[in-house]
């Protein structure tokens, strides 16, 4: 009986760790979608300000021009943009979310913050839910408009996004999935982050890549079509661009100081190295 409760025991935790593994992978992708959708909703603002609405438009498309002459600012661009900035503080401040930030016996200190992680994650799956149907069911894809950015802009943007979503995933996506299945937030595994990180990887590849610049064409193409959400598409992606920057900073700081800390013990070695000859010398 002991060692079939064991056996249980153990093929229980491996089903959820691997069903952990999963249901933050695919919440974790929610960020990175935002912005796809961001995208579509800027290119939706631009053709319906330049082309108008004709009757004979389906549903959808309708269903889109009253959202976005309704609500300009929506909370998808509000919540995308706390998250963006948060980020962007934290990558300043070099800091690391501690493991088991959210455990039981600091239930009295953490549970407000754990409740204000579900209130993001339900409000942002929920936009973004609604938001990409709607943009399939309209037709809607955020095209660049033939205004392309180079090689190094992508890929900054990209590193900026990763470390964006690698933030959403640790301060709101961990914590919640963690403590819905286990009670407290499990430590952090690398298989975790890879999986993450290829799965952003697929996503950029198969749609994000070609459709998120649409955030700023729109705002720089400079035809006095721009209103309030080509705005803040182009805030958005320069802010995510900005964290991709300072992400680079430190990685050539870091390996400039590598750098500088080797020639220091190179020159203290041959400095060592000639007081020992020279002792060698003065003995003979």
């Not at 053709?47 to 389906?58: D, M, T």
């Not at 009253?66 to 962007?88: E, G, M, N, R």
């Not at 964006?164 to 298989?191: A, H, N, Q």
């Not at 320069?238 to 020639?263: E, N, P």
Request: net charge negative.
């Amino acid at each position: 009986m002991t060692s079939t409760k064991i056996i249980n025991e153990t093929l229980l935790l491996k089903w959820r760790t691997t069903l952990q593994l999963l249901t933050t992978t695919l919440l974790s992708l929610l960020l990175p979608l935002s912005f796809l959708l961001l995208a579509r909703l800027t290119a939706a603002d631009y053709l319906l300000s330049r082309n108008g609405l004709s009757a004979a438009e389906p549903p959808s498309v309708v269903f889109f021009s009253l959202l976005l002459d309704s609500i300009p600012l929506s909370p998808l661009h509000v919540l995308v943009s706390v998250l963006c900035v948060a980020s962007l503080v934290h990558t300043l401040n070099g800091g690391r979310i501690t493991s088991r930030t959210f455990s039981v016996s600091q239930e009295n200190i953490v549970r407000p913050r754990l409740y204000t992680a579900w209130i993001v994650l339900c409000t942002l799956q929920v936009c973004v839910g609604l938001g990409i149907e709607g943009s399939i069911g309209a037709g809607i894809e955020g095209s660049s408009f033939g205004h392309e950015r180079n090689l190094i802009c992508r890929i900054v943007f990209f590193l900026g996004l990763h470390a964006t979503t690698v933030y959403w995933w640790r301060t709101i996506v961990k914590p919640v999935v963690d403590d819905t299945m286990f009670g407290f937030e499990m430590e952090e595994r690398w298989v975790e982050r890879a999986v993450m990180g290829g799965s952003l990887g697929g996503l950029w590849w198969w749609k994000l890549r070609d459709e998120v610049e649409s955030l700023v064409a729109v705002a720089e193409m400079g035809d006095g079509s721009v209103g309030v959400v080509g705005l803040m598409g182009w805030w958005l992606y320069y802010l995510v661009v900005t964290v991709g920057i300072v992400k680079v900073v430190k990685w050539l700081i870091w390996f400039g100081v590598v750098l500088l800390y080797q020639k220091v013990e190179q020159v203290r070695d041959d400095n060592d190295n000639d007081d020992d000859s020279l002792r060698v010398q003065e003995k003979v």
